[in-house]
């Protein structure tokens, strides 16, 4: 099978703690305006700060009000050609602790509404769509959709695909993030010397990925991905230098010729020494980085597709956004972006990396 | 569309409640990995064991994800309780498989699939578009089930622990094996579609399945 064929995302919309449309997310971004905010839902931790979504909608209603967005600013009549590819961490996993809190009883428990697949199941209560697949990486979970997405278009399996990256904050990711000891009750610092943590964060990101460009396209010019084979929760530095430079190969692109990147970077003491040192070793100190965390949370397997969005935005914009909240720089031999710069932007690498040692780095282009 | 496969091995085990007999002993000598491991981990390693992985890029699936885990999870919040870090970490849904990559040093592109009924079909379907680019791909498909209460959540599912993997590559020559999702047994429909394959699979001659894309 020849495979030719460009890729492109040609519409975007999300909701976050960060603002309720992508114009609101970029805003904050560039004017460092964090969603993050002190939340003492949570009982067993001390006043975490988290981001949570402002809106009227419950979680279903608003992935239901992303996708009918996506469909009002595209092309097409309807999602019937149209390939869904989710990506969740936790999928339903809320639904689950709703129903067992309410009375510790597990009869309670709809366990099809539990899985990640029930958000699928949720988007097709209201559209039909030729195929479905989902995917559960956790912090990489819609970083690898796009990646499936680039996939099937490149190709020629399919003309048009809906990524879907969406996680709602829950007792589950607090708690178990608390456990383990990298909840941060402030704003987070990526790649900060003093940085305490990181803020768990609720998101639904949606991207409209086509065979064929618009008058807004982006390109996504490649992927990359790695498996570090070394711990559960500790990274290490050559699997994400490796998701990096296969991504780069695959866009057929030299390091030199990223202007930007949007870095994973959590603001947990593990990710940050650890990436910052994957990005020193492939790129020269000129390349931008910053971390859009401390303004979006940690939206976990959204993560990927928000910050895919980020990219087609600093692109669009032809804006570099501040690493907000860093004072004190761990790694000096990289150069983060201490201030919302214009800049010319050809290429954005985003870096997405999770529980498991699973790595994906995806690049963006403008369209020639 | 349609993609054919040559499946080159398979390997596949279940049990109406506990898999015992998975050697994880010999497997994962490192008891300190071992006590780790959870029960998909352990049947995906068992399988793994059965096949020639070969750092080949994995693509594996769950439906229902690490239910121990998440059981332990929502009972220590329920009662105010901590919760166990290594519990949290080994509650994602791709734990089994990055348990395995990391025992196996597989650096690959490893995927995890979660598509509810149809999570093994979809394994396949992903498998072969993967497989066009013309490597071999090892397809795995897990459910671990027997948790305390399981009767309550289950009314359906007759076999609680399974595990199928399937080693492909792409071909151009025609299917010489027909499979669907026929489920008499009430495995799990998340399982069936590779387990009939696996069980169908025959060393002796070519096992040649289309995918309907």
């Known amino acids: ?368 | 569309m349609k993609i054919n496969l040559e499946v080159l091995e398979a390997s596949y085990i279940y049990d109406k409640e506990d898999i015992k007999d998975l050697n994880t002993k010999e497997l994962v000598p490192k008891m300190v990995t071992r006590r780790r491991l959870t029960k998909a981990a352990k049947i995906v390693i068992y399988l793994a064991s059965k096949i020639d992985l070969n750092n080949n890029r994995i693509v594996f699936g769950i439906a229902y994800g690490e239910t121990k885990a998440t059981q332990s999870i929502l009972h220590s919040i329920n009662d105010n309780e901590q919760i166990s870090p290594t519990v949290f970490q080994n509650s994602v849904y791709n734990t089994a498989v990055s348990y395995l990559s990391m025992l196996t040093n597989n650096t690959n592109e490893i995927m995890t699939i979660s598509s509810g009924d149809r999570t093994s079909a979809n394994i396949l379907k992903a498998g072969a578009i993967k497989a066009i680019d013309g490597d071999e791909i090892i397809l795995m498909s897990v459910e671990a089930l027997n948790i305390e209460n399981i009767d309550k959540l289950n009314n359906c599912i007759d076999y609680l622990e399974v595990g199928v993997a399937l080693k492909v590559r792409f071909t151009k020559e025609s299917k010489t094996l027909d499979f669907d999702n026929t489920n008499q047994e009430n495995y799990p429909n998340s399982v069936i579609d590779m387990l009939n394959i696996a069980k169908q699979f025959n060393p002796d001659k070519k096992n040649i399945i289309e995918i309907n894309i």
């Open chain 1, 1 to 368: 099978m020849t495979i030719k064929n460009k890729v492109f995302i040609n519409s975007s919309t999300s909701i976050s703690c960060a603002g309720n449309s992508n114009e609101e997310l970029f805003l904050n971004i560039c004017n460092c305006n964090t969603g993050i905010k002190n939340n003492s839902n949570f009982s067993y931790e001390n006043n975490p700060a988290i981001g949570v979504i402002d809106s009227n909608l419950t979680f279903d209603e608003n992935l239901i009000s992303q996708c009918q967005k996506i469909l009002d600013n595209s092309n097409l009549s309807n999602f019937e050609d149209t390939l869904l590819i989710l990506g969740s961490s936790v999928g339903g996993m809320k639904n689950t602790e709703d129903s067992y809190f309410k009375n510790s009883d597990y009869k309670d428990i709809d366990i099809n509404k539990h899985n990640i697949q029930t958000l699928i199941d949720v988007i097709e209560s209201k559209y039909k769509f030729y195929d479905n697949i989902a995917f559960s990486t956790a912090c990489t979970s819609s970083a690898n959709a796009i990646g499936y997405a680039y996939d099937v278009i490149k190709k020629g399996i399919y003309k048009n695909v809906l990524v879907v990256g969406a996680d709602s904050i829950c007792h589950t990711t607090v708690g178990g993030f608390s456990a383990l000891g990298v909840l941060s009750n402030n704003v987070c610092k990526p790649f900060d010397k003093n940085r305490d943590g990181m803020n768990v964060s609720e998101a639904i990101a949606c991207l409209l990925i086509q065979d064929q460009k618009t008058s807004n396209s982006i390109e996504v010019c490649g992927v990359g991905y790695s498996s570090d084979a070394y711990h559960m929760t500790q990274p290490h530095p050559n699997g994400s230098k490796n998701a990096m430079l296969n991504a780069l190969n695959c866009a057929n692109l030299e390091p030199e010729n990223i202007n930007y990147i949007n870095a994973h970077g959590t603001g947990t003491m593990a990710n940050d020494t650890s990436e910052a040192n994957a990005i020193e070793a492939v790129f020269s100190s000129k390349v931008k980085v910053s971390s859009t965390k401390s303004i979006t949370g940690h939206t976990l397997g959204a993560a990927g597709a928000i910050e895919a969005i980020i990219s087609t935005l600093v692109i669009q914009n032809q804006t570099i956004p501040s690493s907000t909240n860093l004072k004190d720089i761990e790694n000096k031999n990289i150069n983060l972006s201490l201030q919302t710069s214009k800049e010319k932007v050809t290429y954005v690498l985003s870096n997405s990396f999770a529980f498991g040692g699973n790595n994906c780095s995806l690049v963006f282009g403008s369209v020639k």
